[in-house]
């Protein structure tokens, strides 16, 4: 496959190197003049090709992860911090201050989130948007949960006021496929809640932070957020070992994840807050309107090249339709665009990993030696730094396909004659988070959902796996998660219930009663945030 080279728009070109060269900590841009790491893109600014150099980066080291740990831990300062002890109202302002200036920064976030991991610009704008609204969103619930603390409580002869109280330091990890959104999702509800924050940018959609760190800079107290780059190993290796960590905030894979728990010397003091990978299946039962199956389907398993761990990475389809169905899914697949992220219609697009096209051959290759074919004519056609979708047919469970998550353009499809097949499979996989189930007789859905709830986290009836809408709970059971992610949920993942009490008497009425009418506490208040 050849892809032809066009024009680079102007407004999307790289007109001169991005170079970060200060990391924040302890309330300073600090400068860095050590060792960088180049930045570099898979998408190619000429027609011959050529990976393009984006900028570079600070590799920072260990002395420079415990500055960072330190700077959270004296923000923190055992809960006697000024942004743990603040009043909500004020924590809310500091982040009104930095959505405000985020916004500003929208032009040259989404444009790198073209760049660095090939997303295409009405996803990329999406992606920015929504982190805008999520931010809004989180800022309303926590008010909520504020209103809803603004009072006394009495049971047996005892007053309770009860709050949600931060939970300490926290190690934010985020994705590279969500550089933007699934980073944030995790940064700012630990924020808001009073939690400091460490945050490393993913491998990959590293630069795209930097638009951003002046907002950070300037918008919170001193310490409160600390930015870090380098590799994952250097810097929070030392960190976990530190035992100062109370949060692992992580999206990625659960390998990583056990790693970094592992290093913290007392894992029954460390709370986890972790999106990880999953093996979503869609199961097309015989009576689905096909077309509907055929449609969710392919942006399920192909949105953003495949590469999302809500998408769908095997495709299981009742034996009497298979062959139909199979025909025209393989043919849509080939319909899709391929382009640069920018290019209208693109649906698919240069992959960010320099490896990912080589690995996906691999499942194809492997799959191919053990039965399977590719159904569709463009399936494994190679550029330089794509790899066109290849739906796999027939699939059997001795295929790497079936077992690994691809995470990228290739679907393996399995045909079933009993609905048991594809229940035992999910019951036996390591991965629990959502399945997507296609038909419309309720006799035979009723049992099928009520045995589906109990092995995955979201059923999603004749529509593809998502996220969204991030009001929504976000977690799923075995590898797949540890905690919950939604605006509401998450502000609970990353706070504890805390409170004051009292036994019900004149001498204790009356403190209380001087605490409330003279404003002293930061805590004890029942004023009410509108």
Not at 45 to 55: A, M, N, P
Not at 298 to 308: D, E, H
Not at 469 to 480: E, L, N, Q
Request: glycine share 6%.
């Amino acid at each position: 496959m050849k892809q032809p080279f066009k024009e680079i728009p102007q407004a999307f070109k790289i007109d001169s190197l991005l170079h970060q060269n200060t990391y924040l900590v302890n309330g300073e841009l600090k400068p860095w003049k050590g060792e960088t790491a180049e930045v570099y893109s898979t998408i190619s600014s000429t027609s011959d090709y050529k990976q393009t150099l984006l900028g570079t980066i600070p590799q920072l080291g260990e002395k420079e992860a415990k500055e960072a740990l330190d700077s959270a831990t004296l923000a923190y300062d055992n809960g006697k911090g000024l942004w743990p002890t603040m009043k909500v109202g004020d924590r809310i302002a500091c982040m009104e201050t930095f959505v405000d200036q985020m916004k500003t920064k929208r032009e040259e976030v989404v444009k790198l989130l073209m760049w660095e991991i090939g997303k295409n610009l009405p996803d990329s704008e999406k992606e920015f948007d929504r982190t805008v609204d999520y931010i809004y969103d989180t800022i309303e619930a926590y008010k909520q949960i504020d209103r809803d603390s603004a009072k006394f409580e009495k049971n047996s002869g005892v007053h309770a006021h009860i709050r949600r109280g931060p939970l300490g330091v926290v190690l934010c990890l985020g994705p590279y496929n969500y550089p933007l959104n699934e980073t944030f999702t995790l940064l700012i509800p630990a924020l808001i809640m009073g939690n400091p924050v460490i945050f490393k940018p993913a491998k990959l959609g590293v630069l795209l932070i930097s638009p951003l760190l002046d907002a950070f800079q300037s918008s919170f107290p001193e310490g409160v957020v600390n930015i870090v780059y380098g590799r994952g190993r250097v810097l929070a290796t030392p960190i976990m070992q530190s035992g100062k960590i109370d949060v692992l905030a992580l999206i990625g894979n659960s390998n990583s994840a056990n790693a970094l728990q592992s290093q913290h010397p007392k894992g029954n003091r460390l709370r986890m807050v972790l999106g990880l990978e999953a093996k979503n299946p869609a199961i097309v039962l015989p009576d689905a309107d096909l077309d509907l199956a055929v449609e969710e389907c392919i942006a399920g398993t192909l949105s953003f090249n495949g590469q999302r761990c809500t998408a769908l990475k095997v495709l299981y389809v009742h034996e009497s339709i298979i062959e139909e169905f199979n025909r025209r899914f393989a043919y849509k697949v080939d319909q899709l665009k391929f382009g640069n992220p920018w290019e209208e219609g693109a649906k698919l697009t240069p992959l960010p990993e320099v490896d990912k096209p080589g690995y996906i051959q691999e499942l194809i290759d492997d799959a191919k030696a053990k039965g399977a074919k590719v159904l569709n004519k463009k399936g494994g056609e190679t550029t330089e730094n794509f790899i066109f979708p290849a739906v796999l047919y027939p699939v059997s469970k001795d295929m790497r396909v079936f077992k690994e998550e691809q995470f990228g353009p290739v679907i393996p499809i399995v045909s079933f004659s009993d609905i048991e097949e594809p229940l035992d499979d999910m019951a036996e996989s390591n991965y629990g988070q959502q399945v997507s189930l296609f038909g419309k007789n309720v006799h035979t859905l009723s049992p099928l959902i009520d045995t589906l709830v109990n092995l995955v986290c979201r059923v999603n009836l004749n529509s593809s796996c998502q996220r969204g809408p991030d009001v929504y709970p976000f977690t799923g059971r075995k590898d797949s998660a540890y905690g919950t992610l939604s605006v509401h949920d998450a502000l609970r993942s990353f706070s504890i219930r805390t409170f004051v009490a009292a036994k019900d008497n004149a001498y204790n009425n009356a403190i209380l009663q001087e605490l409330l009418e003279k404003k002293t506490s930061n805590f004890i208040s029942t004023d009410y945030i509108l």
